[in-house]
């Protein structure tokens, strides 16, 4: 489904050698905060960065608020959870969540009406970018890294 909201996803997460996992970035914190206090577990982690700045910001009279909107993600092998949140530093609200298996059960979380900004994201334009995301997962997948021994097969050496 194509959007009319413009928004850029933000990968936050590294596989090296394919089995090294971690997770990186001011959205790492958060996300160890949500798995400690919510028990929600995740194996994906991204932020969306709006083409429209003043999303899910509130203006101040220095500036405007550090919101920044926040996907965690687990990709298992028969579902795909993706649930939205707005964070500050380490903490944050949950948005909504839905799973692909479910395309029907879909409902913003009563926090969100907590979230002050000055231009709230509507439950059509949420439901757009898990759409949009559930049809194509990839966006979520973690930047593969070469490193160690399978980098070190690509090196080339001088002969002595």
Not at 25 to 31: E, I, K, M, T
Not at 50 to 69: A, C, H, S, W
């Amino acid at each position: 489904m194509q959007t009319s909201l413009k928004f850029k996803i933000i990968n936050h997460m590294t596989m090296e050698n394919k089995g090294n996992l971690q997770f990186h970035g001011r959205p790492s914190l958060f996300a160890t905060w949500v798995t400690i206090r919510t028990g929600f577990t995740f194996n994906r982690l991204v932020t969306l960065e709006f083409e429209d700045p003043m999303i899910l910001q509130k203006r101040l009279r220095n500036g405007v608020t550090d919101y920044y909107p926040v996907i965690l993600a687990e990709q298992t092998e028969d579902d795909l959870m993706l649930s939205f949140w707005v964070a500050q530093g380490h903490l944050g609200l949950l948005v909504a969540l839905q799973y692909q298996s479910k395309p029907d059960a879909f409902d913003i979380a009563d926090s969100y009406q907590d979230v002050i900004s000055d231009r709230k994201l509507t439950k059509t334009e949420i439901k757009e970018i898990f759409e949009c995301i559930f049809a194509n997962p990839s966006v979520l997948y973690p930047v593969e890294l070469g490193v160690g021994t399978e980098a070190e097969d690509d090196t080339q050496k001088t002969p002595a």
